[in-house]
Antibody, heavy 118, light 108 residues
Framework: QVQLVQSGAEVKKPGASVKLSCKASGYTFTSYFIHWVRQAPGQGLEWMGI????????SAAQKLQGRVTVTRDTSTSTVYLELRSLTSEDTAMYYC???????????WGQGALVTVSS | DIQMTQSPSTLSASVGDTVTITCRAS??????LAWYQQKPGKAPKLLIYKASTLESGVPSRFSGSGSGTEFTLTISSLQPDDFATYYC??????????FGQGTKLEIK
């Protein structure tokens, strides 16, 4: 079955960077986009970025451009999200999700909590 | 950027009721709209995509409609498991995916 397994919780200081991983299994890795979505405590969902694992092309939300990088390793079917220059406003649960051919995000990782605190 | 506005923000209903949640886009998204259900401490779950197509395994009491800028999610005969927060999401563009602010469905 389709599974997206994310790396664990992180605690970072302001100004630091964080790199999260999302390991896919149960399907052809290069056939589905992977998205990153975050959710601050008690808040709604915010789309962050996308990668096409097939060719590595990416796009990021305008407000995060310059701070976020999404990469993939096809040898391990893993997608990475790096977020730099962290502030307290980046404290959130971060999810990866699979997207396919304009059919929404049909599978999600379990989430990884990132806490930014001095 | 395309903005998505859901209403209401909170909805109180009883088991057995039929409820409707509305989602409006700031510009046309054609039918590139999805609905998700999220329960506390859990990842969102896809319910409907392309405005009205039910995701596999989702009960038929969930239905979606609309096109252009106005969309609705209807839940018929509410079950106890349906009390959760619901989000719409537009995906008209490859480079921009926007969620609504969410609608919390509470037990009356």
């Amino acid at each position: 079955q389709v599974q997206l397994v994310q790396s664990g919780a992180e605690v970072k200081k302001p100004g630091a960077s964080v790199k999260l991983s999302c390991k896919a299994s149960g399907y052809t890795f290069t056939s589905y986009f992977i998205h990153w979505v975050r959710q601050a405590p008690g808040q709604g969902l915010e789309w962050m970025g996308i990668i096409n694992p097939g060719d590595g092309t990416t796009s990021a939300a305008q407000k995060l451009q310059g701070r976020v990088t999404v990469t993939r390793d096809t040898s391990t079917s893993t997608v990475y999200l790096e977020l730099r220059s962290l502030t307290s406003e980046d404290t959130a649960m971060y999810y990866c999700a699979r997207g396919h051919s304009r059919q929404g995000f049909d599978s999600w990782g379990q989430g990884a909590l990132v806490t930014v605190s001095s | 950027d395309i903005q998505m506005t859901q209403s209401p923000s909170t909805l109180s209903a009883s088991v057995g009721d039929t409820v409707t949640i509305t989602c409006r886009a700031s510009q046309s998204v054609i039918t590139w709209l999805a609905w998700y259900q999220q329960k506390p401490g859990k990842a969102p779950k896809l319910l409907i995509y392309k405005a009205s197509t039910l995701e596999s395994g989702v009960p038929s009491r969930f239905s979606g409609s609309g096109s252009g800028t106005e969309f609705t999610l209807t839940i018929s005969s509410l079950q106890p498991d349906d009390f959760a927060t619901y989000y719409c999401q537009q995906y008209e563009s490859y480079s921009e995916y926007t969620f609504g602010q969410g609608t919390k469905l509470e037990i009356k």
